[in-house]
């Protein structure tokens, strides 16, 4: 059940994030978390625990081997809980099409930032449709 009232409104404008990073996306997800871009100002902060975190986002290529750690990382995260896909690789399989795993494949994805890899704008875009609802 969601909770209403400011408790609704802080939950809904801010999320705790458990990321999942792989390969190169990371350098486009580093420039949206520093001071620059400053992901924090969205209420965006990262937690070492999927036990904690209320997103889950997946950055860069999947392969089959880390499916199931995958799987096991989402079904610790308590409810509500959301998942962002980040580039082109967690999307579709991305470049490495014949060994990567979409994400869709493994649980139910929320949002997707487009790109290979995506610029800190998608992933702040992708941040500010899950926090407005229109992902739904
Ligand atoms: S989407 Fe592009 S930048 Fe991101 S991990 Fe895949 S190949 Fe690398």
Sequence with gaps: MEATGIT???EKNSFKY???????????????????YDLERFG???VLSPEEAELLIIQGF??????????ETYSKMPHP??????GACASQGGSFFEKG???HELFPVDVWAAGCPPRPEA????IL????????
Excluded: F
């Design 101 to 103: 795993v979409s994400a």
């Design 8 to 10: 609704g409104w802080a």
């Design 18 to 36: 458990y990321l999942v990073p792989s390969t190169c996306c990371s350098s486009e997800w580093i420039q949206a978390a520093s001071c620059r």
């Design 81 to 86: 809980k959301k998942v962002l896909a980040l």
């Design 123 to 126: 992933i702040m875009n992708a």
């Design 129 to 136: 449709v899950l926090q407005k609802g229109s992902h739904k």
């Design 44 to 46: 965006c902060v990262e």
């Design 62 to 71: 999947v392969n089959e081997a880390m499916a199931g750690e995958l799987k």
